[in-house]
C-alpha cells in the first residue's frame, strides 16, 4: 500500500485555478481570428499532431495536462481520433511528409472545428524557417484560428490561449 | 399495466439515463483527486454530450448501415435493461421480461452491434479492437449467466425482480458460500464488460492498447454521443445490477410515490459508492497484458462454477 501512503502524503498539487481570461488572443497573438467559444464551450477535445516539432512544445503540452496544470479541469481533454476532437493542436513547422496527413487530419473533424498552432514553429518556422524539408507554417496548410507564440509556449499560456476556446 | 408502474419505469429511465453521464464524471473526478488533480468536475461528461451533440456526425466512406445503426442498437438494447431491470422498483409492468436470460442477451446484442460497426469501419484498429472485445465478451458473458444461475437457484426464478424479492426477504442469503462467491465472479466479469482496469483502460490515448475505444474511433458528432452515453449506462446497468442482486436493500418493492422516491436515492447512493470504490481501486492497478486477461475471467467463471456447486449442495 505504498501507493495509497504516497497519495496520502502529496495531497493535492494542482496549482490554483487563474481566473477566466477574457476572449480570444488570451496569450497575445496578433492576427488571430477571435476564438468565441459559441458551440464548444465548456468541452473542447484536442487532437495533437506533430507536424515535425522538435518535441519541445510537446513537453509543454504533456506538463499543461499533468496534475500540476491540469488542464482537464477547463473542460480540455486530449483524445485519441481526430474524428473525436474539436480542435487540432498543431506543433513545429509543416514538414513535406506531415503536409498530406495534416490536410487528412483537418478533413477528418467534424464541424465545427478549430486549429491551434503551437509554437514559434507552427505560426512561422521559427528556427527551422528556410530548411530543405519545411513545407511551411501550419497557416499555409490548413486555417489556422488560434496562435500561441515561444519557443516552447509555457504551459501556462497553453492554457491561457486554450481556456479562450472553452470560456472556462 | 397500471399509471403507477409506467410510472414507475420512467423514473427508472430517467435515473440511468441522466444518472450515467454523473456516475462517469464522480469516476473521472475520485480519480482526479487521488492524482493531486483538482479535475474537471462530474457534470464535465454531460457537458461533452452537449457538445457533441451539437456537432456533424462524418461517416466514413465505405461504410454500411451496420457502421449507422450500431450506436442505436447499443443504445436500444441498453434502454431496454434501464426500463425493465430491478434497479429501483420490483413492481414494474414490464416484470416478465426482465430475465436473466433476456439481461445478458440484450447486453451481447449492444457488444455484437458495436464489433460489427468496427469491422464495417474496415481500419486497422477497428477490426482489432472488435476481436478483442468479441474475446473477451465471449469469456465474459457465461461467467454472468453463471452467476446469475447460482443466486436464481435459490429463488427457482430466473427473473430478476424474484432474486431481489427473494433476497430482500431472507436476508441471510446474502452471506451464504453461492452468493458470495456469485459475487466474486460478477465483480470480475462487470468491470470485463463496462471495460475498466484491468482488462481495458478507458482513458488511453495508445491504440495498440485500447479494447472498446478502439472499435469507435471512427464515429464523430452526435454518433460518438450516442456511443458515449450507452457506454456510461451500460457501466451503470452493470454497477446497479450488481448492487440490487447482492445488496438489494432500499429497492421500492411496490409504485407508491414515497417509496419510489426513496429507492432512487438509495440507488443512486449505492451506485455511486461502488463507482467511487471502482475508481479508487482503479487508481493501484495498471492494464494487464491482453494475454492474461483469459486467465483472470477463467478465474471468474471457476468462482461461478463453483457457486452454482454451493448453491445446490450447501443450500
Ligand atoms: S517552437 Fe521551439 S520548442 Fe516548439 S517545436 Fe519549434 S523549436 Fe521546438
Request: glycine content about 10%; overall charge neutral.
Amino acid at each position: 500500500m505504498s501507493v495509497l501512503g504516497k497519495i496520502i502524503r502529496t495531497g493535492r498539487v494542482a496549482e490554483p485555478a487563474l481566473p477566466v481570461p477574457p476572449v480570444a488572443g488570451a496569450a497575445g497573438a496578433a492576427g488571430v481570428r477571435p476564438a468565441a467559444p459559441g458551440p464548444l464551450a465548456g468541452s473542447v477535445q484536442l487532437r495533437h499532431i506533430d507536424a515535425g516539432s522538435c518535441n519541445g512544445c510537446e513537453l509543454e503540452i504533456g506538463s499543461a495536462f499533468g496534475p500540476v496544470y491540469d488542464a482537464e479541469r477547463y473542460g480540455l481533454r486530449l483524445v485519441a481520433s481526430p474524428r473525436h476532437a474539436d480542435a487540432l493542436l498543431v506543433t513545429g513547422p509543416v514538414t513535406r511528409n506531415m503536409a498530406d496527413p495534416l490536410r487528412a487530419v483537418f478533413d477528418a473533424t467534424p464541424n465545427p472545428k478549430r486549429v491551434v498552432a503551437v509554437g514559434d514553429c507552427a505560426m512561422n518556422c521559427g528556427v527551422f524557417a528556410g530548411g530543405h524539408g519545411v513545407e511551411g507554417a501550419v497557416g499555409d496548410i490548413v486555417p489556422v484560428d488560434v496562435e500561441i507564440p515561444g519557443c516552447p509556449p509555457t504551459p501556462e499560456a497553453l492554457i491561457a490561449a486554450l481556456r479562450g476556446l472553452t470560456g472556462r | 399495466m397500471t399509471a403507477a408502474g409506467v410510472v414507475g419505469v420512467l423514473v427508472q429511465l430517467a435515473v440511468v439515463v441522466g444518472g450515467a453521464p454523473l456516475l462517469v464524471g464522480l469516476m473521472r473526478q475520485v480519480r482526479a483527486v487521488l492524482e493531486g488533480r483538482a479535475g474537471a468536475g462530474i457534470g464535465q461528461p454531460w457537458r461533452d454530450l452537449r457538445k457533441l451533440l451539437k456537432k456533424e456526425a462524418i461517416r466514413p466512406e465505405g461504410t454500411s448501415w451496420v457502421f449507422t445503426s450500431g450506436p442505436l442498437v447499443l443504445f436500444a438494447s441498453t434502454l431496454v435493461i434501464a426500463a425493465v431491470a430491478p434497479f429501483v422498483s420490483t413492481a414494474s409492468p414490464l416484470d416478465g421480461v426482465a430475465d436473466l436470460f433476456a439481461m445478458v442477451s440484450l447486453l451481447l446484442l449492444g457488444t455484437v452491434a458495436l464489433t460489427l460497426a468496427g469491422l464495417d469501419t474496415g481500419t486497422a484498429f477497428g477490426g482489432m479492437g472488435s476481436s478483442r472485445e468479441v474475446t473477451i465478451a465471449a469469456l465474459a458473458e457465461p461467467t454472468i449467466l453463471l452467476a446469475g444461475f447460482a443466486l436464481s437457484a435459490r429463488v427457482g426464478s430466473s427473473n430478476l425482480a424474484d432474486i431481489v424479492a427473494g433476497t430482500l426477504a431472507a436476508p441471510a442469503q446474502v452471506l451464504s458460500p453461492a452468493t458470495l462467491l456469485a459475487a466474486v465472479a460478477f465483480a470480475v466479469v462487470v468491470i470485463a464488460e463496462a471495460g475498466r482496469l484491468p482488462v481495458d483502460n478507458p482513458a488511453t490515448h495508445l491504440e495498440l492498447t485500447m479494447i472498446h475505444e478502439a472499435m469507435i474511433l471512427e464515429y464523430a458528432g452526435r454518433d460518438l454521443a450516442v456511443v458515449e452515453l450507452a457506454s456510461a449506462m451500460r457501466l451503470t446497468v452493470l454497477l446497479g445490477l450488481s448492487v440490487n442482486l447482492f445488496v438489494p436493500w432500499g429497492v421500492a418493492t411496490s409504485s407508491a410515490p414515497l417509496a419510489l422516491l426513496g429507492a432512487t436515492a438509495v440507488f443512486a447512493l449505492k451506485v455511486g459508492l461502488l463507482g467511487a470504490v471502482l475508481a479508487t481501486f482503479e487508481v493501484f492497478i495498471a492494464k494487464w497484458r491482453l494475454f492474461r486477461v483469459p486467465e483472470l475471467l477463467a478465474g471468474s467463471f471457476l468462482f461461478g462454477l463453483l457457486a452454482v456447486s454451493a448453491s445446490f449442495f450447501l443450500a
